[in-house]
């Protein structure tokens, strides 16, 4: 087998770059962060405009959140259905025990275990579907519902602290 020789070529796509150095950054030896002075500084070698910088940094630091959020949404939906999950296994052992206990067979309780384990399944996928429309629709509601308490509750404690003053 013989080996592929590579061609470097003589100008890159900015995608290129962007790749290049994010790879070159990745394999430093002394792996430590950079600090945001020396970000100035290879955007200045760079010659990447203050503005741009400046605007690019922005944008990640929304970037940022918004997969903070999406996590922290993620999180609180498999909570939720891992509480429903165990609300399901006690009720339904209890139901299981008490038509074990007074029919000596199972009988009606497997309805209620099949019928609401169903269900459970069903949610179970939507809930740990990260992507899609009706992931995004999901997740624009909880914001938009945790958005709502934060702007209530700022408002209740600027009203506690005007009725106190």
């Known amino acids: 087998m013989s080996e592929v020789e590579f061609q ?63 996590l922290e949404f993620t999180q609180f939906r498999r909570s939720q259905w891992k509480q429903k999950a165990v609300r399901y296994v006690i009720v339904n052992s209890f139901l299981l025990f008490l038509n074990l206990l007074s029919a000596g067979t199972l009988s009606w309780s497997l309805y209620i275990l099949l019928l609401w384990g169903l269900g459970l399944s069903l949610e179970g996928l939507k809930t740990f579907q990260t992507q899609g429309e009706a992931y995004e629709q999901a997740f624009q509601r909880w914001q938009f519902k945790n958005e709502m308490k934060e702007s209530m509750a700022n408002l209740w404690q600027r009203l506690k602290k005007a009725w106190q003053s």
Not at 27 to 44: C, G, H, P, V, Y
């Open 8 to 70: 470097t070529p003589q100008s890159y796509s900015p995608e290129d770059i962007q790749q290049i150095l994010h790879l070159a950054l990745a394999r430093r030896n002394d792996q430590e962060e950079l600090s945001r002075e020396q970000l100035w500084e290879i955007a200045a070698e760079l010659e990447i405009e203050p503005l741009s910088l400046v605007a690019a940094e922005q944008e990640w630091l929304k970037q940022k959140a918004l997969t903070k959020k999406r």
